[in-house]
Nanobody
């Protein structure tokens, strides 16, 4: 059973910074692509950032240059550093672990989410 636990959310003023992190129970963490998604009220969940098993990163256009995703394979954790925050960044942020087998079977695991609120 894969478990992901996010932490670090909270309330911050616009222009400020906040870090969220995700601790996993995955022993073979290095085999998983890790991502952060967010869901604002009334909106669909959207990809924020992803970091692959080879440390390749990709960001949503709306956060590129402001957010940084990183991973620590030794600690089985993934973090998201957020700066220059805007009110539109307000959402529940979810950690995702994505695994693809040699037969192209795909598995996704999710954390419970952590609230990030940016006040104007």
């Amino acid at each position: 059973q894969v478990q992901l636990v996010e932490s670090g959310g909270g309330l911050v003023q616009a222009g400020g910074s906040l870090n969220v992190s995700c601790t996993t129970s995955v022993i073979t963490f290095y085999l998983y692509d890790m991502g952060w998604y967010r869901q604002a009220p009334g909106k669909q969940r959207e990809l924020v950032a992803v970091i692959t098993t080879s440390d390749t990163t990709n960001y949503a256009a709306s956060v590129r240059g402001r957010f940084t995703i990183s991973r620590d394979n030794a600690k089985s954790t993934v973090a998201l550093q957020m700066s220059s925050l805007k009110p539109e960044d307000t959402a529940v942020y979810y950690c995702n672990a994505h695994y693809k087998t040699d037969k192209n079977d795909r598995y996704d695991y999710w954390g419970q989410g952590t609230q990030v609120t940016v006040s104007s």
